[in-house]
């Protein structure tokens, strides 16, 4: 069965404390992973999609990195602003998203 | 505005009554999704249109679930005989084709069941 793991459920930040998130899969046939944003009473906003081992993008101080088990969301510096939901999900047959649960990220002034 | 647009907002019910839910996709968006989200889960698939086709129902948890997308833009969930577990955020996404694409979402509507 195919599945989306997140780890951890919920993550405390310093402002200026750097951290991970993880996202782990178990799909066949990857065809692409997707990382969201999601603030409180707001639809998941897209951030990245990677699709192949080894891919990595950046926006501002958010890098998504991907292996062939897991994806990471690196967040350097974070800042107050930077806290929410971060969602990842992967296509499952040809059309819909299967999400994990999400990391809620709080980062402290 | 450009994105996705769902109403209303929240929606009150009381279990029984009949609920239909709105999705304008953004424009030239071939594929429409719904998903419902539980409080501190990630959003669940439901259904899937390609234009005006519905490609895919299998999430839709009951016969009393129903969406429609008569001209392939405009999307309508309908929920009968609302029940208390129907209580959840739906979310609608569109994207340009296919699931490979990024999906685009509303900020959903927030229903309650009382």
């Known amino acids: 069965e195919d599945q989306v793991t997140q780890s951890p459920e919920a993550l405390r930040l310093q402002e200026g404390e750097s951290s991970s998130l993880n996202c782990s899969y178990t799909v066949s046939g990857l065809r692409g992973l997707f990382w969201y944003r999601q603030d409180p009473g707001k639809g998941p906003e897209f951030l990245f999609t990677?699709?192949?081992a080894g891919e990595e993008k950046e926006k501002e101080r958010l890098k998504a990195t991907l292996t062939k088990k897991e994806s990471f969301l690196h967040i350097t510096a974070p800042k107050p602003e930077d806290s929410a939901t971060y969602l990842c999900?992967?296509?499952?047959?040809?059309?819909?998203?299967?999400f994990g649960s999400g990391t809620q990220l709080t980062v402290l002034p | 505005g450009a994105g996705v647009s769902q109403s209303p907002r929240y929606k009150v019910a009381k279990r029984g009554q009949d609920v239909a839910l709105r999705c304008d996709p953004i424009?030239?968006?071939?594929?429409l999704f719904w998903y419902q989200q539980a409080l501190g889960q990630g959003p669940e698939f439901l259904t899937y249109?390609?234009?005006?086709?519905?490609?895919?129902k299998s999430g839709l948890p009951s016969d009393r679930f129903f969406a429609e997308r008569p001209e392939g833009s405009v999307s309508t969930l309908k929920i009968q005989r609302t029940q208390q577990e129907d209580s959840a955020v739906y979310l609608c996404?569109?994207?340009?084709?296919?699931?490979?694409?990024?999906?685009?979402f509303g900020d959903g509507t927030r229903l309650s069941i009382l």
């Open positions: 424009s030239g968006h071939v594929s």
């Open positions: 249109f390609q234009n005006e086709a519905q490609l895919d």
């Open positions: 996404a569109s994207s340009y084709q296919g699931s490979n694409q990024p999906q685009h």
């Open positions: 990677l699709y192949s």
């Open positions: 999900a992967v296509p499952v047959g040809a059309r819909q998203l299967t």
